[in-house]
């Protein structure tokens, strides 16, 4: 049997309830493909919700940004925080513009995000960012210095309390519709690396590692 995450009023899906996923399996392969997350949060009873990078780590999720962020400050205070991760498989072309959708997959993440002062852990933190990323890059690149962990603020979120949301298939249109004389179908999506672009201050003699010019997620 699956992993299954406990389902709380909060976290259950409501609309298109036969969408929702809660295997925890499936939920962490969405939030380890995807490279942005948005955070949010309220501030003297003003939302705001900052996009930011994170990565999964065993059951929680890291996320980072300078020291002197107000959404790093605020959440380190114990603020509620909502994070979400969305990616988009496909445009979904029905034949009534009422029935056009798309293909994605969700996530959605609640609780208390805690700030992370043990160097050895910001440091593990700031490693699974970077192998995020792009697999292999930490071992090349300098690693942070006590300055730059000092100028940055980290932040762990539990996985307690968190759903998916799942949309996969093809075109559901009315059956009165079926007839209407239009294109249908999907338009596939799916992120791309381009060629890798050489800083023009990177010594030519040094060849595009591996991991750059084979790009793949």
């Given at each position: 049997?699956?992993?299954?995450?406990?389902?709380?009023?909060?976290?259950?899906?409501?609309?298109?309830?036969?969408r929702a996923v809660?295997?925890?399996?499936?939920?962490?392969?969405i939030?380890?493909?995807?490279f942005?997350?948005?955070?949010?949060?309220a501030v003297?009873?003003?939302?705001?919700?900052?996009p930011?990078?994170?990565?999964?780590?065993?059951?929680?999720v890291?996320f980072?940004?300078?020291?002197?962020?107000?959404m790093?400050?605020g959440?380190?205070?114990?603020?509620?925080?909502?994070?979400?991760?969305?990616?988009?498989?496909?445009?979904?072309?029905?034949?009534?513009?009422?029935?056009?959708?798309?293909?994605?997959?969700?996530?959605?993440?609640?609780?208390?995000?805690?700030?992370?002062?043990?160097?050895a852990?910001?440091?593990?933190?700031?490693?699974?960012?970077?192998?995020?990323?792009?697999?292999?890059?930490?071992h090349?690149?300098?690693?942070?210095n006590?300055?730059?962990?000092?100028?940055?603020s980290?932040?762990?979120?539990?996985?307690?309390?968190?759903?998916a949301?799942?949309?996969?298939?093809?075109?559901?249109d009315?059956?009165?519709?079926?007839?209407?004389?239009?294109?249908?179908?999907?338009?596939?999506?799916?992120?791309?690396?381009?060629?890798p672009?050489?800083?023009?201050?990177?010594?030519p003699?040094i060849?595009?590692?591996?991991?750059?010019s084979?790009f793949?997620?």
């Amino acid at each position: 049997m699956p992993d299954q995450v406990p389902v709380t009023e909060r976290t259950r899906v409501i609309r298109e309830a036969n969408r929702a996923v809660y295997d925890r399996e499936a939920i962490y392969k969405i939030l380890d493909e995807g490279f942005v997350c948005h955070v949010g949060f309220a501030v003297d009873g003003q939302p705001f919700v900052i996009p930011t990078m994170f990565a999964r780590v065993g059951d929680h999720v890291y996320f980072h940004g300078s020291a002197a962020s107000r959404m790093l400050r605020g959440l380190s205070g114990g603020l509620p925080v909502c994070l979400t991760v969305t990616l988009t498989d496909g445009l979904v072309l029905a034949r009534s513009v009422f029935n056009h959708s798309m293909n994605y997959r969700s996530v959605v993440a609640l609780g208390h995000a805690a700030q992370i002062d043990e160097p050895a852990e910001k440091l593990r933190a700031l490693q699974a960012f970077t192998e995020k990323l792009i697999p292999g890059r930490w071992h090349d690149a300098r690693q942070p210095n006590e300055k730059e962990l000092k100028a940055t603020s980290i932040l762990k979120l539990p996985l307690t309390e968190v759903s998916a949301k799942i949309r996969t298939g093809g075109v559901e249109d009315d059956a009165e519709d079926y007839a209407f004389p239009v294109w249908v179908g999907i338009v596939p999506l799916r992120l791309v690396a381009d060629p890798p672009i050489r800083d023009e201050r990177c010594d030519p003699v040094i060849p595009a590692p591996a991991y750059a010019s084979n790009f793949q997620r």
